[in-house]
Every structure is written in structure tokens, then in C-alpha cells.
């Protein structure tokens, strides 16, 4: 009877046993990530832009600047949730600020709406 003893691999360099990836490249990105992060700032800021022009451009309407403002913040929400391993808590924080800017949004629009009726009334 022989004896053999089993045979234990020693780690090549750069790697650690039971981890499963390199230690050189470990700070490397991932393309998803970074997709993910770049197509987000581009979404906010392309409806940033057009929300704000429309904000600026109807300066008395406060329809138009609740509303306005309220889609501007769920775009971020939205943006915000495509980041990989950003914290969700911050993300449902922003879901009441939506709600509230939503019903203030309809609060200004019936007000414009009670106005537009007395002044053909009156008319």
C-alpha cells in the first residue's frame, strides 16, 4: 500500500484562493456600470434642459412651473433608480416629493381653471 498525500495548489500570483478574480483588476470597471451611469446623465439632463426652457419661458404660470418642476424631479428619481448600487432609500425619498408637487400641480390647475370660468362668466 502507498501513500499519497493529496496534492494542494499553491495560488499563482495575483490571485487569492476562493475569491474568483484577479487582484490586478480588481478596481476595474464594468461596462454596464458605466453605461448606466452616462445614459442616466444623459436622460436628466436632456429633459433638465427642455423642462427648464419651459420653465423659464412661462414665468406667471404656475401650472406650467409646479408641473414643469414635478416632471424634473421624477426624471431624477428615474435616472437615479438605472444607477447600479446607488442607495434606494434616497430614491424613496424623492417618491413622496413627486406625490406632493403632483397635487400641487392640480391644486394651481383647478385655481386657473375656477379663474378662467369667472372671467367668461363675468364677460
Avoid: H
Amino acid at each position: 500500500m502507498s501513500s499519497t498525500l493529496p496534492v494542494v495548489e499553491e495560488p499563482r500570483k495575483g490571485r487569492q484562493p476562493g475569491l474568483g478574480y484577479n487582484v490586478g483588476n480588481m478596481f476595474a470597471f464594468d461596462n454596464n456600470i458605466i453605461r448606466g451611469v452616462f445614459g442616466a446623465l444623459s436622460m436628466v439632463l436632456f429633459y433638465g434642459f427642455s423642462f427648464w426652457r419651459i420653465f423659464r419661458s412661462n414665468p406667471k404660470n404656475k401650472v406650467i412651473e409646479c408641473g414643469s418642476l414635478t416632471i424634473m424631479v421624477f426624471v431624477v428619481m428615474l435616472a437615479l433608480s438605472r444607477v447600479p448600487n446607488f442607495p434606494i432609500d434616497f430614491i424613496a425619498w424623492l417618491g413622496p416629493l413627486v406625490f406632493l408637487l403632483c397635487m400641487l400641480t392640480m391644486v394651481f390647475l383647478v385655481m386657473q381653471g375656477y379663474r378662467a370660468l369667472r372671467r367668461r362668466k363675468t364677460d
